[in-house]
């Protein structure tokens, strides 16, 4: 195993690999821009390492600096947690080329699955659905027309090089596929520096249901079910959980088995999730993300593992203690992300934290970098914290959500805890009936 790792993140995941290094042996080393020194991570790791200035660009995006903190202090592996560096195939190659161990898959996984038409290609040739849509990329507007009116509209154009929902354009009828399309090339040409884009069949109200693969680098892989991360805001996750509502234990075993084969059939090394719309019965793969998952804890509270630990003892060349014939779900889980950001607008809200308690008890866990006093810095995005539950059931889950937030108290700043307060006791997350646009209508009635 590894003696010192370098976490190459900020916030609640740079805290959550450092745990796992911790409980198992290894050294920590944190590095961190001039606006996170007072940061917990940096407070709790062995070592710190000041990279650079607060923009991400100069401090947690500088690939040199990066390597020389490792360099400096001795790390021999990198965890790039989620976000940042963590699916640059460029970095994994200069990682690797200075002997270094990247926590992850290989730089030809990352860079595969980053491009959405590769990534579709792969997937479709291992037996994963797809959506419907053009056979690659579509370099002019009459060839998108025709593949369009060939599956019917409404059609979504998508950049190959596609994230964070920028580059996606709907068009509702012919009439509008012009614009869409000139309008997603240049979003993406702006975004990505790559203005390939190919058409998909726009599905109209589908569930966003995710399986936690992962894989050895040597041909052997398990899933771990899944994940429903319908409650989205701007095609951003807001409220996950695992199990999903919508799936029997049947249809799991069935999606996770074509996905795990499909990793295995790839000698994919690591966590990566294999993303699905769900529509009428049907999974449509949209991407795969080669990394660990903001989402995570819902399913290592279910499958009672350890991801980044798993991680760990994959990269350091160990092997994978995951067996699939172990990994039963039990009970349900639940993980609200809280963002310092003022409702209804949810607009960013940094400042000083004057008090914080963290909820406890009997199955709830809270994933967190903040602390009574700590200043969130205005320059990274707002995510401070996760709180996760888990009960025996969904029902259970959710009284314990419930009775979880009225404990938590993030005194100082405004953020989007009240937002889940009022979720759990709606009729429609009770049931468990919704989709991905169901919580931007709840929001748009919510400040009517
Ligand atoms: P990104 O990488 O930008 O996050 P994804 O392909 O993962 O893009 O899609 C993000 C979200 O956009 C999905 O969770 C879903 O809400 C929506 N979306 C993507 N593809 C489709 C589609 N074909 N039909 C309807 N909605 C889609």
């Known amino acids: 195993m590894f003696r010192k790792v370098l976490i190459a993140n900020r916030g609640e995941i740079a ?94 996984h990352i860079r595969v699955m980053g491009d959405k038409i590769a990534a579709k290609d792969t997937m479709k040739a291992l037996g994963v659905p797809c959506v419907p849509g053009s056979d690659g990329g579509v370099a002019t507007v009459e060839e998108a027309m025709e593949v369009a009116k060939e599956m019917g509209f409404p059609v979504l154009v998508k950049a190959a090089s596609g994230g964070g929902g920028r580059g996606m354009k709907v ?27 190919y058409i998909e069949k726009y599905l109209g109200r589908p569930r966003h249901i995710e399986i936690q693969v992962f894989g050895d680098g040597m041909g052997r892989a398990v899933h771990l079910g899944e994940r429903d991360c319908s409650l989205q805001r701007r095609h951003q996750k807001v409220f996950e959980e695992c199990p999903s509502p919508a799936l029997d234990a049947a249809r799991r075993a069935e999606i996770g088995k074509t996905c795990a084969e499909a990793v295995a059939a790839m000698n994919y090394r690591g966590a990566g999730t294999i993303e699905f719309l769900y529509e009428n019965g049907e999974f449509y793969f949209i991407e795969m993300n080669t990394r660990l998952q903001v989402e995570h804890p819902v399913t290592e509270a279910v499958y009672r593992v350890d991801l980044v630990k798993e991680q760990l003892r994959v990269a350091a060349g160990e092997g994978m203690t995951m067996r699939q014939e172990d990994l039963v779900p039990v009970g349900h889980a639940i993980e609200c992300r809280i963002n ?32 009574d006093g700590y200043r969130i810095p205005p320059h990274y995005d707002s995510l401070i914290g996760k709180l996760i539950v888990h009960a025996e059931d969904r029902p259970a889950a959710l009284a314990r959500l419930d009775r979880a937030l009225s404990e938590l108290i993030v005194d100082g700043i405004d953020t989007t805890a009240p937002l889940f307060d009022a979720l759990v006791h709606d009729p429609a997350v009770i049931s468990g009936d919704y989709d991905i646009r169901w919580l931007e209508g709840w929001l748009e009635q919510m400040t009517a």
Do not use: W
């Open 171 to 197: 068009a509702e009828t012919a009439d509008d596929l012009a614009v869409a399309f000139s309008s997603a090339r240049s979003e993406a040409k702006a975004a990505f520096g790559d203005d390939t884009v």
């Open 340 to 371: 310092a950001e003022r409702l209804p607008s949810f607009a960013p809200c940094p400042g000083e934290i004057t008090a914080f308690h963290a909820p406890g008890g009997l199955g709830v866990r809270m994933d967190s970098g903040i602390y």
């Open 15 to 108: 805290l959550r690999i450092h745990r796992a290094c911790k409980e198992m042996g290894i050294s920590t080393v944190a590095i961190h821009s001039t606006a996170d020194a007072d940061a917990m991570h940096v407070r709790l790791a062995d070592e710190s390492v000041c990279i650079g200035p607060p923009p991400a660009g100069r401090s947690y995006l500088n690939i040199p600096a990066v390597i020389s903190a490792c360099e400096v202090t001795g790390a021999e592996a990198i965890h790039p947690g989620y976000g940042f560096l963590s699916e640059n195939a460029a970095f994994v190659q200069v990682v690797e080329d200075h002997g270094l161990a990247f926590i992850g898959p290989t730089a030809e």
